[in-house]
């Protein structure tokens, strides 16, 4: 039986973006086996005009093929943060450092170094920015309070999440829910 091959894509950071890359494989006729957060499983290896054709009606709705390792691990590395922090129900009780090298099977110093090199911002920014914004989605549905959010999303108190709300929004979560949806981003432009 032939191995899958994997292709990695840049911007699937939800439940949307699978449905939407599975259409366009569908479309293309592209025989897969599976579409994940970030990756196409192919049954076998493709032609490089299939490809270019992927690549083109990727990038068309916003995504596109990652060719190089450097990029794929950063891709990676944000789809694990992304599917964790927003797309989880688990209390965020985790070490990031260990989760990260035991799901990429890389030390974590350096993706960090890795990461801060291509995004210009260290993970931990980049974690606490997704964070503040699963606070904005879930202060938008009024699902729970800030001290209940601060548990859910691994904080030590409500006061340390609305010092780092603030930090990264000019306001704080009080002010930002009177002000509802204005300073919400899409997940991929974080």
């Not at 449905?19 to 049954?43: F, S």
């Not at 992927?54 to 943060?81: H, P, V």
């Not at 985790?94 to 974590?108: C, F, G, P, Q, S």
Request: net charge neutral; charged share 25%; with cysteine.
């Amino acid at each position: 039986m032939a191995e899958s091959i994997k292709l990695h894509v840049k911007n699937m950071v939800c439940p949307r973006c699978l449905t939407a890359v599975e259409q366009i494989v569908e479309r293309l006729e592209i025989p897969y086996a599976n579409v994940a957060l970030g990756e196409i499983d192919l049954k076998h290896t493709i032609d490089d005009e299939s490809k270019k054709q992927l690549n083109q009606a990727l990038e068309e709705i916003g995504f596109s093929l990652i060719d190089d390792r450097k990029s794929r691990l950063i891709e990676q590395t944000k789809n694990l943060i992304i599917q964790k922090i927003h797309h989880t129900r688990d209390v965020l009780d985790i070490k990031w450092a260990e989760y990260m090298a035991d799901r990429l099977n890389y030390d974590y110093k350096y993706l960090g170094m890795l990461f801060s090199s291509v995004e210009g911002i260290t993970l931990e920014q980049y974690i606490i920015r997704q964070k503040v914004e699963r606070v904005k989605e879930l202060m938008i549905y009024d699902e729970l309070t800030l001290s209940q959010m601060a548990f859910q999303l691994g904080y030590s108190s409500a006061a340390h999440l609305s010092s780092q709300f603030k930090k990264i929004t000019g306001m704080p979560p009080t002010q930002f829910k009177n002000t509802i949806g204005i300073k919400r981003k899409t997940l991929d432009n974080i």
